[in-house]
């Protein structure tokens, strides 16, 4: 399958999208399926439109996120719910999920009438031998029952023009996006921003490759300082995303003390893995989205703060 140009419908900015999709697809008091440790914007999107959120906890396996499809099953068995907000790849957990694991996930949405949001703002930001899986293109089935929302926020940085693409295969589902946005009167974009999406995706091909390589060597380094120098904080080894998961519960603080211990004594600023749902408590998460010099000088003060403890 390739997406059509019929399918294609603004966003004023994928999550102020992921709130007119909530509103225009549930009622108030219907559930939303989230998999925590997730991007913590999908938490108040759904609760400030009138939803309860279900949360669907991924599993970490020796040092690797996976879905809990038993769970999933017994969550979906609900009619209440409605939709499954999917993050791929995950923020902040890193995970590229794989056609096998999008597919079971999709089967289980498909039987039980769960339309499945699909986030996929990260997927030009993988790393070496990691390929993005959309999930409407595993079958026409699920390209039917799903809504996949783009944009070139996180690979070029234009988060601040508010211009996203949200894919809507399913012409019955385009029409209810369309008017929920025409309701509330911004189905009209940012010039500027229409015009940034268009020479970002037409030109920056050579950009983006750069941007992967240093990335993707930005990875090695902090992979082999942390392994060298603080093994007592361990990385989740991230598939996509310029996102690091750092398992910070070895260090044994709970989560108030571990966020005064990376602000006060190690003085960097990182995000509070709490703040991805209570899965997250113990964990925090860094991004390496910047120059190899300032990740360095992050990377030294973390050490020299844990070795003082």
């Not at 025409?182 to 490759?209: I, T």
């Not at 598939?239 to 005064?260: A, Q």
């Amino acid at each position: 399958m390739e997406s059509k140009k019929d399918w294609l419908a603004f966003g004023p900015g994928v999550v102020p999208a992921l709130s007119i999709i909530i509103r225009a697809f549930t009622q108030p008091g219907d559930k939303v399926i989230v998999q925590p440790p997730v991007y913590y914007p999908f938490f108040h999107v759904i609760e400030n439109n009138g939803c309860h959120i279900v949360n669907n906890p991924l599993k970490l396996n020796h040092g690797k996120y996976c879905m809990d499809y038993d769970d999933l099953e017994r969550k979906v068995d609900d009619p209440r719910v409605k939709l499954l907000i999917l993050c791929n790849p995950h923020n902040p957990v890193g995970r590229a999920w794989r056609k096998e694991e999008l597919s079971m996930l999709g089967e289980i949405c498909l039987k039980h009438n769960v339309l499945v949001i699909s986030d996929e703002i990260h997927a030009d930001i993988l790393f070496e031998g990691v390929k993005h899986n959309p999930f409407a293109m595993i079958s026409p089935a699920f390209a039917l029952h799903s809504i996949t929302c783009t944009a070139p926020s996180k690979t070029f940085n234009l988060a601040g023009l508010k211009t996203s693409t949200i894919i809507l295969p399913n012409i019955k589902h385009f029409k209810i996006y369309h008017n929920a946005l025409d309701a509330l009167h911004l189905d009209r974009n940012s010039v500027f921003g229409l015009v940034a999406l268009e020479a970002a995706y037409r030109y920056g091909e050579e950009w983006l490759e750069q941007l992967l390589s240093y990335l993707n060597e930005n990875l090695k380094f902090l992979m082999k300082y942390f392994e060298e120098k603080i093994p007592k904080i361990k990385v989740i080894k991230p598939e996509g995303t310029y996102l690091i998961w750092l398992d910070c519960r070895p260090l044994g603080l709970n989560v108030k003390d571990l966020n005064h211990f990376m602000i006060h004594k190690a003085r960097i600023a990182l995000d509070d893995g709490n703040w991805f749902g209570t899965e997250g408590e113990g964990f925090m998460r860094m991004n390496i989205a910047c120059a190899r010099s300032i990740l360095e000088e992050a990377l030294k003060r973390i050490e020299r703060a844990v070795n003082s403890m």
